[in-house]
């Protein structure tokens, strides 16, 4: 027998899978609601009108080429995604307390981060939300934390946040854990703290010496404002925490397979931060060596350029807007066919997802008897549905419930 013949057939990553099986599906109504992708009223993709711009500008311009980036990424692009999250009058800027990586995309920061956290700093012990976005567990585990735990983060019977479940949870924390907070539009819940609750899950990880990290996946794709949607991580910042921000350009920029990340890392002494960055370098150099450009240098280009950035935030707020108007009909659906249970959790909850109370056995159904495919959680993709498919949706969840 070969050398490989003993490997075993490992689990299938659910969400791929049931893209699979939507592509796979001939039915001519199927409806994807699983990968967390936005799609336009007519179902397709969508390369952001300032990006295509962006793009044909850089196939024009023979001045580029096609160099190694340095180790740490395109400097023009880490520090714009760095005081894109912090905020244009960040204090932790202006004292020069920031510092930021471009990464793979937000998994790719998440692994530095993590990397650094358990080779350079030796840290052990990482919290993630139950439930949460189904590749914490894993980047973490990968990079050699073996103290894997999770907060308590939704109350099913509300339908919302478990406050106190949460605090609960991490004021038994040991100090140096690493705490993992969604910025914002919490996946897959689509529940969020309020400012109140956020100052008090900040007065635990202060009282309890715990190290945050917050995961940005979706800043200014989920309300559509780029300050309200980084609010949380900027209130951290100013309180005077150490911190770090995992961020994700691939639905913010809709360049998901392009891979643009940035690990911003915000540290109390200034002065650390080139040893800090010559251990990340190292860390990098032993993993991908670099990053890529042609992302980095599209998102530098136009967050480092006012008319273009203005244009792209009429883009998020495009995105966010539908959403939101997708959200409201499928509510409005679902009391109107008198659907049992209470529908206002589709509204209130923000970002694309929507935790929506399905069973897996009504997920099945809906699937099989509908081609309508979604998480065995009951996730459901918002960005899926549209004008045209909306009303068949919610047949399908009336005809699950009922
Ligand atoms: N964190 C969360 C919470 C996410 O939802 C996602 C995207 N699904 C990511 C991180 C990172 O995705 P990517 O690596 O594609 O940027």
């Given at each position: ?7 075993s ?159 609960e ?14 910025a ?23 009282a309890?010496?715990l ?68 251990q ?21 280009t136009?967050?480092?350029n ?21 959200r ?11 659907t ?27 699937a ?17 549905l ?17």
């Amino acid at each position: 027998a070969g050398r490989f013949s003993e490997v075993s057939q490992a689990a299938a990553i659910e969400v791929f899978a049931v893209v699979k099986a939507f592509n796979d599906d001939a039915h001519e109504k199927k409806v994807n609601l699983s990968i967390g992708a936005y799609r336009t009223d007519d179902s397709k993709p969508w390369v952001l009108p300032v990006v295509r711009e962006t793009e044909t500008a850089m196939a024009a311009d023979t001045s580029l080429n096609h160099e190694y980036l340095p180790i740490l990424g395109l400097e023009s692009f880490s520090t714009a995604a760095t005081k894109m999250v912090l905020g244009e009058n960040s204090a932790v800027l202006k004292e020069g307390r920031a510092t930021g990586i471009q990464t793979l995309s937000g998994t790719g920061a998440l692994r530095v981060a993590a990397d650094t956290l358990k080779h350079v700093l030796k840290y052990n012990s990482f919290y993630f939300s139950n439930p949460t976005w189904g590749n914490h567990k894993m980047i973490f585990e990968h990079a050699g934390f073996t103290e894997t735990h999770q907060y308590r983060y939704w109350d099913a019977a509300n339908r919302g946040l478990d406050i106190n479940g949460m605090l609960e949870d991490l004021n038994a924390a040991s100090a140096n854990s690493v705490i993992i907070l969604h910025a914002c539009a919490h996946n897959p819940t689509g529940v969020d703290p309020t400012q109140e609750q956020w100052k008090q899950i900040a007065d635990v990880i202060e009282a309890k010496s715990l190290f945050p990290i917050f995961d940005t996946a979706y800043q200014g794709f989920a309300s559509g404002d780029l300050d309200k949607d980084a609010w949380a991580v900027r209130y951290f910042a100013d309180r005077g925490f150490e911190l770090m921000v995992t961020q994700s350009f691939a639905k913010n920029f809709g360049l998901y397979n392009e891979r643009v990340g940035n690990l911003a890392v915000v540290v109390k002494d200034a002065s650390v931060i080139p040893a800090l960055r010559s251990q990340v370098t190292l860390l990098v150099r032993g993993s991908y060596s670099n990053p890529p450009n042609h992302g980095a240098r599209v998102v530098s280009t136009v967050l480092n350029n006012p008319k273009l950035f203005e244009e792209w935030r009429t883009c998020i707020r495009t995105m966010s807007s539908r959403i939101q108007e997708m959200r409201a009909g499928l509510r409005e659906r679902l009391e109107k066919l008198g659907t049992p249970g209470l529908w206002d959790h589709i509204t209130s909850q923000i970002g694309m997802f929507s935790y929506s109370g399905l069973s897996a056995g009504q997920v099945k159904f809906i699937a099989e008897k509908y081609h309508i495919y979604m998480l065995s959680s009951g996730r459901i993709n918002i960005c899926g549905l549209t004008t045209k498919n909306i009303d068949y949706v919610a047949e399908a969840i009336n005809d699950a419930v009922l």
